[in-house]
């Protein structure tokens, strides 16, 4: 069964830095798309950054690019996200995700991903 755990969310100021990890198990993870979503309060949930399992295409939301950067270490089974020069819009929870199934793209609607982790929070004062 594939777990995901995540972790490294937290308050922080406008302008500030946070990085999320994702540790997943059950399956091997190199094989599998990783992706970031957020969810806001009253907002739908969002993609925010994915990354193929080789790593050599990503994808990220116009609202983070230049800001934030996915990556992964496959041989820890971690995704991670660092996020800089946050604001106050980026605060919401966010979850790691990855489909069933081996893509070799990151897909960039919800449905595709079948496993989630808990969500962490991240909170952007101003």
């Known amino acids: 069964q594939v777990q995901l755990v995540e972790s490294g969310g937290g308050l922080v100021q406008a302008g500030g830095s946070l990085r999320l990890s994702c540790t997943a198990s059950g399956r091997t993870f190199s094989s599998y798309t990783m992706a970031w979503f957020r969810q806001a309060p009253g907002k739908e949930r969002e993609l925010v950054a994915g990354i193929t399992g080789t790593g050599d295409s990503t994808y990220y939301a116009d609202s983070v690019t230049g800001r934030f950067t996915i990556s992964r270490d496959n041989a820890k089974n971690t995704v991670y996200l660092q996020m800089n020069s946050l604001k106050p819009e980026d605060t919401a929870v966010y979850y790691c995700?990855?489909?069933?199934?081996?893509?070799?793209?990151?897909?960039?609607?919800?449905?595709?991903?079948?496993?989630w982790g808990q969500g962490t929070q991240v909170t952007v004062s101003s």
């Open positions: 995700a990855t489909p069933a199934p081996p893509l070799d793209y990151v897909a960039t609607i919800s449905p595709a991903y079948d496993y």
